[in-house]
């Protein structure tokens, strides 16, 4: 186990009291228990106060555009697949501007472990709604309250056969950092949607909330059930299910490459034999 | 004396195999010792329609489409009439025996030649033999195309044979060998697609992602061929901006990457150009040009995107942009946009057309022993320490490390950073930051490629152009010379950034500077106002989808001229 301080303590530009400290807390603790170390992990994310996450703590970052974190992470796993790759950004990003790289990404089995905090609004852009808001979600931006069904992340998720689909709580983080710990160990894709409380613009799921409805499911729950695990998904209102929705496996995306197996791209010098036949080939 | 060169025009529905025909041809006049230039004119259909494979070919070097055909090579009745008016004065036109064709036309009974899924290479038979090609180096060519099939190949051979017998015995009127070809070493027959990929994985890329789109898919495709043998990675993404985030996020990882598409793709992948610079990430881009705005005209040509180019990517950031002219040119030119994206740590581009990048043409065989590719990675013995990827330096270039590849964490960021890469907002950084990134110009200036000029010093017409046109022009002035207008052309084949003083005292002493582009408003000659102070006021532009021509370019000067006369 690697020493959780290894993964460091920094300042924030958090909120006092956002969600976002325990899931950071969680991460680190799954990071160490997972025998981890700073080096062998890239964090990718986009933007949002989700997407900061990853500066707080030490491992390898690439935080880039908003809801373009899992192209990029994709991109890094296939250059060098001996990365842990671990996508962390928030709802607006993966759900809403990132979407068809979410489904993309699912339907490939990418090894990403993507970490979403889902705190059904925008945050740094001052509360709008976001894709998993609730119909009727009043902001400035929605007045008359959000139009839209929400999006339901963990549904798609196990309707695509992610390999490992999970729901964690800020508010439970023994539970959380046990959730992100079996996604690390679980091979191929996998999704933990994080609730969170937004201190600042979310006024109707906040933490009490979260803690009011949020249950752990137990081992009546067969993830292997797919059934059952979209049936899991669809609970919503005064139960919330947390945990491990589904699993299955499936082949891995990066193994399917001929370089798979070959170590990192960046190692790997161009073969100039191979390189002359093939130009020959051309004659 | 026979004609030193052979303009051979086929024309058909989409999936008549005209590209086969056309192809097989093309191979067999590189095989022989000839140079060829395709034009490759299709439709955004998949069946029917009517498409075109014109190839000339010549005993000396050609690099520009002609106007006049010599065989049209009807494989159905729409081209003799779509086509027939191309045909020069003594021209050939070969359609089926039952075509409803002008007299003059020959009409070939394929039907009793082969079966009717060959009558396209038949056709090329026929025409192998009215231009005087060994039916040797026809076989030989479906042979090796065909190595893994035998029965398929005996069957290309019997119709080849079929086929020049029936023109040895009924083709006679129409014979125009072409001379004797020169010795030649040896070459193969790449487009400017092909060599593009060609000339990215002798630099060292290891990785391309795209999305299809009109005309660049050529280019990962070659790569997607080949990955295996060379080790590449090539995914198809699901759309230009994961294509090109995916570039970015595998060459973070350190393996060098490229992204291909047209304009309307680039368009989408333009903020990833941007993350690009603004992480320090190399990455090449490569657009082919065709008709826009929007959709455009999607399988045509142009030169439309040098201002989108030139100023895509919000902010201020150092870039290289090239044009190769020439098919050996997308070759060495993408070889440097690796090399400098590489060395100064950010994006570079390769700016083709759908002519360029469909156009075949006999290349000699590039010298894989001494072009150098960029190096695979080692962590390296000795770096500054404490390790921060966005040092601040002399020249703008801060050590690369990888991540994953050693002790130190890399830590890159969209948002303004501070040298350890983590967000800030601090406003002395900030200024910091953007000085460091701007001093890599500095770098780039100093690895300009310079333009070529063609011509006699002090010529006093100067054709100014850049990229694919640069052929067409050169022909163009020669002619033109030769029949008494003195007539140079300047051709760039990098865009940006200029050196002005190394080209600006050809254009201060002419007479007459004239723009050659393949756009309507006359893009480069902008750029040239903006960054050498001077003014081009005569413009040869074209923008009806095809490529620029000899004729084209000759026909317009003398116009221009005529008219200052008048």
Redesign the interface.
């Known amino acids: 186990m690697t020493d959780v301080m290894a993964f460091g303590t920094y300042e924030t530009a958090w909120c006092p009291g956002c969600g976002n400290f325990r899931i950071l807390e969680a991460v680190k603790r799954a990071l160490s228990a997972a025998d981890l170390r700073?080096?062998?992990v890239?964090f990718?994310s986009g933007?949002g106060q989700a997407a900061?996450a990853p500066?707080y703590l030490?491992?390898?970052?690439?935080?880039?555009?908003h809801?373009?974190a899992?192209?990029?992470?994709?991109?890094?796993?296939?250059?060098?697949p001996?990365?842990t790759v671990i996508v962390e950004s928030g709802d607006g990003c993966v759900y809403g501007e990132g979407g068809?790289?979410l489904?993309?990404a699912i339907r490939r089995n990418a090894d990403l472990k993507v970490l979403v905090h889902d705190n059904l609004v925008y945050g740094l852009t001052k509360g709008q709604a976001s894709p998993t808001s609730e119909e009727g979600f009043i902001t400035k931006a929605q007045p008359d309250g959000s139009y839209a069904e929400p999006f339901n992340p963990l549904a798609l998720a196990i309707a695509l056969k992610a390999p490992f689909v999970a729901r964690g709580f800020s508010g439970n983080v023994d539970q959380l950092a046990a959730l992100i710990g079996e996604a690390l160990a679980h091979p191929g894709f996998a999704l933990v949607d994080i609730f969170q409380n937004c201190i600042s613009f979310n006024k109707v799921q906040t933490f009490a909330w979260f803690k009011k409805r949020c249950y752990e499911l137990g081992a009546e729950h067969d993830p292997t059930d797919f059934n059952a695990a979209l049936a899991k998904a669809y609970e919503w209102g005064d139960r919330i299910p947390t945990g491990v929705l589904f699993k299955c496996e499936r082949p891995a995306f990066e193994s399917r490459?001929?370089?798979a197996g070959?170590g990192?791209?960046?190692?790997?010098?161009?073969?100039?034999a191979?390189?002359?036949?093939?130009?020959?080939s051309?004659? | 004396m026979p004609k030193p060169e052979v303009v051979i025009l086929v024309g058909g529905e989409a999936g008549q195999g005209l590209v086969t025909v056309g192809t097989l041809l093309s191979?067999a006049f590189?095989?022989a010792g000839y140079d060829v230039c395709v034009t490759q004119g299709y439709q955004s259909r998949i069946r029917g329609g009517h498409n075109t494979y014109e190839l000339r070919a010549a005993v000396h070097d050609i690099a520009a489409p002609a106007d006049e055909v010599d065989f049209l090579v009807a494989l159905d009745e729409t081209t003799l009439a779509a086509d027939g008016p191309a045909l020069r004065a003594g021209g050939v036109a070969i359609a089926a025996e039952d075509a409803e064709a002008p007299a003059a036309t020959l009409r070939v009974p394929y039907k009793t030649l082969c079966p009717p899924r060959y009558a396209n290479v038949a056709a090329a038979g026929v025409v192998g033999f009215l231009t005087g090609l060994p039916q040797e180096t026809l076989v030989g060519v479906v042979e090796?195309a065909f190595h893994k099939k035998p029965d398929e190949a005996a069957a290309n051979r019997d119709a080849l044979a079929a086929a020049y017998a029936w023109a040895a015995a009924n083709g006679a009127p129409f014979v125009r060998p072409l001379p004797a070809a020169t010795p030649r070493p040896?070459?193969?027959?790449?487009n400017g697609n092909?060599a593009i990929a060609?000339g990215a994985?002798?630099a060292?890329a290891?990785?391309c992602?795209f999305y299809p789109m009109t005309p660049a898919t050529g280019v990962p495709l070659t790569l997607a061929a080949?990955?295996?043998?060379?080790?590449?990675?090539v995914?198809q993404?699901?759309?230009e901006?994961?294509?090109v985030?995916?570039?970015?996020?595998?060459?973070?990882?350190?393996?060098p990457?490229l992204v291909a598409t047209a304009g309307g793709g680039f368009a989408l992948m333009v903020?990833?150009v941007s993350?690009a610079a603004m992480?320090e990430t190399p990455l090449v881009v490569v657009v082919g040009q065709r008709p826009a705005p929007a959709t455009g005209l999607p399988t045509r040509t142009e030169q439309g995107d040098l201002d989108f180019v030139l100023h895509a990517g919000h902010g201020e950031f150092p870039r290289a942009v090239f044009a190769p002219g020439t098919v050996e040119d997308c070759f060495h030119l993408t070889r440097k946009a690796f090399e400098l994206a590489a060395r100064y740590q950010g994006p570079t581009f390769v700016l083709t057309d759908q002519w360029l990048a469909d156009s075949e043409r006999a290349v000699v065989?590039?010298d894989?022993?001494n072009l150098l590719?960029l190096?695979?990675?080692?962590p390296p013995a000795s770096y500054p320490t404490p390790y921060r990827r966005y040092e601040i330096t002399a020249d703008g270039v801060s050590p690369r490390l990888?991540?994953?590849?050693?002790?130190?964490?890399?830590?890159?960021?969209?948002?303004e950073h501070t040298e350890d890469?983590?967000?800030t907002e601090d406003l002395g950084v900030r200024k910091a930051m953007v000085e460091k990134r701007l001093r890599k110009w500095e770098g780039l200036r100093a690895a300009i490629v310079p333009p070529a000029y063609y011509g006699l010093d002090g010529a006093e017409n100067v054709l100014v152009c850049w990229g694919s046109t640069g052929g067409a022009a050169r022909e163009a002035a020669a002619a033109l010379t030769a029949a008494g207008t003195a007539v140079a052309v300047l051709h760039f084949t990098q865009v940006y950034p200029l050196d002005p003083p190394a080209f600006l005292p050809r254009l201060v002493k002419a007479l007459r500077v004239i723009g050659v582009e393949g756009n309507a408003g006359g893009q480069f000659t902008g750029l040239l106002r903006r960054e050498a102070g001077f003014h081009v006021d005569k413009f040869i532009t074209r923008y009806d989808g095809l490529p620029m021509t000899p004729a084209y370019i000759r026909a317009a000067l003398e116009r221009l001229i005529a008219e200052e006369v008048s």
Do not use: W
Request: with cysteine.
């Open positions: 700073p080096r062998d890239l990718v933007i900061k500066h030490n491992a390898n970052v690439f935080n880039g555009l809801g373009r899992i192209p990029a992470a994709v991109g890094a796993k296939l250059a060098n001996r990365l068809n790289h489904l993309a490459f001929p370089t070959a990192p791209l960046a190692t790997q010098a161009v073969d100039r191979a390189l002359a036949r093939v130009i020959a051309y004659a | 191979k590189v095989r090796d040896p070459r193969v027959m790449l092909v060609l994985a002798s060292g290891k990785f992602a080949h990955a295996r043998t060379l080790g590449l990675v995914e993404a699901e759309d901006m994961a294509a985030n995916m570039a970015c996020g595998a060459s973070f990882a350190g393996a990457s903020e990833g993350l992480t065989l590039f894989v022993d590719p190096a695979a990675y080692l990888l991540p994953g590849l050693g002790d130190e964490l890399v830590v890159a960021d969209s948002d890469g983590h967000l």
